[in-house]
Nanobody
Framework: QVQLVESGGGLVQAGGSLRLSCAAS????????VGWFRQAPGKEREFVAT????????YYEESVRGRFTISRDNAKNALYLQMNNLKPEDTAVYFC?????????????????WGPGTQVTVSS
C-alpha cells in the first residue's frame, strides 16, 4: 500500500505559477505509476498527467501540455507538478494518485490510492 498527501495549492493570479508536491509513504512507491488529477466544482475528476514508475514515460492532458511538468523523486518518495502560465480554468482540487497500470491508462478508476487533495484557485 501507499499513502499520499498533497501540498502546495493556493491562490494565484492568471499567468502565475505553483508547484504541487505529493508525499508518499510506503516502501514500494517506485513500483507505481503515479499521476495528478483535478476536479472542479460540478465536474467529474479528470486526468492531468501521469508518470511511469521510473519516470521514463510521461503523459499530459492536452490543455496542460507545455504549461505543466510532472516529475518524481523515488529516493524521496515524492511526486511533483510544476504549473506555469496558470489560467482560471485550471481552478480545481488537485489530487495525486497511484496505480499499478501502465501510465497510458488514465481513467481515475484505474488508480487505487488517492491523496485528500489540495485546492488551486486561479483568479482572472
Amino acid at each position: 500500500q501507499v499513502q499520499l498527501v498533497e501540498s502546495g495549492g493556493g491562490l494565484v493570479q492568471a499567468g502565475g505559477s505553483l508547484r504541487l508536491s505529493c508525499a508518499a509513504s510506503g516502501r514500494t512507491f517506485d513500483s507505481y505509476t503515479v499521476g495528478w488529477f483535478r476536479q472542479a466544482p460540478g465536474k467529474e475528476r479528470e486526468f492531468v498527467a501521469t508518470i511511469s514508475s521510473m519516470g521514463t514515460n510521461i503523459y499530459y492532458e492536452e490543455s496542460v501540455r507545455g504549461r505543466f511538468t510532472i516529475s518524481r523523486d523515488n529516493a524521496k518518495n515524492a511526486l511533483y507538478l510544476q504549473m506555469n502560465n496558470l489560467k482560471p480554468e485550471d481552478t480545481a482540487v488537485y489530487f495525486c494518485a497511484a496505480s499499478r497500470q501502465h501510465p497510458t491508462v488514465v481513467r481515475p478508476t484505474a488508480f487505487n490510492y488517492w491523496g485528500p487533495g489540495t485546492q488551486v484557485t486561479v483568479s482572472s
